[in-house]
Structure formats: C-alpha cells, structure tokens
C-alpha cells in the first residue's frame, strides 16, 4: 500500500486529491492546522460513508511555519508521495497579507524539501504551482517555457516555491515536480473565490436570500478546468520514472462576464440585473490574461480536460442549488 502525505487537505485540491487516492487504495495522511473550530467539511465524508469504513485517512495537526514539526512527521511517516497543496492561496487577499503569504506559501516550500532532505527520504514532491506566476503574461498561451512576471505577493511567492522545487531537484536529485496549474474550480471552490461567489449568489437570488452581487473587474480572461481532473494530473505527475515541470489548462479562455452569462443564464436571469461594481474587490496589479498550453501533460503524461466551461458553470450551479434547497 503506498502512503501520500498531503498539505492542504482540507481545501478544493486536497480534498478532491484525497478521494483519488484513496480511491487508488492508497494509505493518506494530511496536515491540518489546530483551530478552535472544524474546517474539515470538505473530507469529512470519507468518514460517514458506510461503505469505506476501512478507509486509511490519517490527520496530523501541523503548520507550514513549523519547520521542526515537519521534520518529525515526514520522518516518521516516511511517505512515498508528497503533495504540497497546502499555502495562503488568495491572491486578492495576499495585497493584504503580503508577509505572511510570501512565508507561507514560499517559505513554505522550503521548509517541507528540507524537512525530505533532513529526514533523509526519497518521497516523490509534487508542488503546487499557478498561473498567476505568469501574471503579465509574455506570450499567449502560456507554456513550460514562458518567462514569468507575477502581479500579487501570491505570485511572487508561487515564484520562489517554484525554483526552490526546481532548484532541490538539481542539487539533491530529488523526484520534485512542479504542477503549473491555471485555474481551476468545483462545487468545493472557496466562497470568497469569484466563481463560488456567482454560483452561490444564482442560488441564493433564486430564493430571494439575496438581491445583489458586488464584484471587481469583469474583463478579466482566465483558464477555468474542473479541479477533479487536475488532481488526477497531479497524480500522473508523480507516477512518471523522472519529475518534470508541466502547465495542466484547458487552452481556452474566458472572461468573467462570460462566467456571468453561463451562471445566471443557467436559471433564467440576466446578471446584469444584480451585479454592481465594487472597487474594493479590485485588485492593485490586474492579471489581464491567462490560458495555458497542456500540450507537453498531454504528450508526456497522458492527461488532458474533459469538463468543458460551459458544463464547469452549470455543475457549480446545481450544486449551489441544491445546497441552498436543503437549508430552506
């Protein structure tokens, strides 16, 4: 049975990572942070499904800022894959938090490649890597290959973890992959993200709970993938006898009014009817354009989308739908 160890379980990713792997009749460890309330609703299912009472999901308390920590637990658990999915990962909120994203979500890095290196085992790394590292992008579509400019204390950050897994596998030998993924989004998206906040804003307009939705630049062009097949790229990644670097995208692109048309177009409504303008939200740098180029994932690895943008808004809608019906 092999065992993976997972920052990050909690969120999107991890929990869907989770599911896979599990799935794949792997042992699963992950780290979570101690709070005084539970923030384990993502995987909580794991463990009130009947049918996988034998489901082998370990949770360690643990902090991307306690290097000695991280030491003992790989030590001890010896995993055979690692994915560091684990980081502040808003970018908007990073203009706020700029010092503890950069040593978090950079630091960070280090902290777990040199916790492998201290603890002396030969786990397979994959980091979590973004698109928004690109930021202002210096060619369109975006490859392995293309130079980046990121645009938020976040992408600075994914910037320093990127080289320091680049820069590991080079000095140590390491078996440490960069995934470069461009957005990516489920019905487990975070609410403050923009594509959560239109879906469960459709639902809760459609019940009369809410009457507008505030939002900041609707031009902006993204790469949207469903986050359940970006994990399964993760995945490969990690199953291939050499680590690499690779972009996992859709390789198409669409604005956020586009997102707009295809959420509350899903029940009927015209958005413009509810959306208003909020500088707040506006970010200080704009990522005007992004959309990646997954050729080498697909030539290398085996992997390429199938969950196209349209079908991703409406999945995220009925599934905000139904939430919202079952607290009515």
Known sequence: MKKALITGITGQDGSYLADFLLAKGYEVHGIIRRASTFNTDRIDHLYQDPHVNGVKLFLHYGDLADSVNL????????????????????????????????????????????????AGVKSRFYQASSSEMFGKVREVPQTETTSFWPRSPYGVAKVFAYWATVNYRESYGMHATNGILFNHESPRRGETFVTRKITRAVAAITQG???????????????WGYAPEYVEAMWLMLQQDSSDDFV?????????????????????????????????????????????????????????????????????????????????
């Open 248 to 328: 996992v995208a859709t390789g198409e692109t669409h604005t956020i009014r586009e997102f707009l048309d295809e959420a509350f177009g899903h029940v009927n409504l015209d958005w413009k009817d509810y959306v208003k303008h909020d500088a707040r939200y506006e970010r200080p740098a704009e990522v005007d354009l992004l959309v990646g180029d997954a050729s080498k994932a697909k030539r290398q690895i085996g992997w390429e989308p199938k969950v196209r943008f349209a079908e991703l808004v409406r999945i995220m809608v009925d599934a905000d739908l139904a939430a919202a019906q079952k607290h009515t």
């Open 209 to 223: 709970r809410q009457k507008e939705l505030y939002l900041g630049n609707l031009d902006a062009k993204r790469d």
């Open 71 to 118: 030491v003992k637990l790989i030590y001890q658990l010896k995993p055979d894959e690692i994915y560091h999915l684990g980081a502040q990962s808003h970018v908007r909120v990073s203009f706020d938090i700029p010092e503890y994203t950069a040593d978090v979500t950079g630091v960070g890095t280090i902290r777990i490649l040199e916790a492998m290196r201290e």
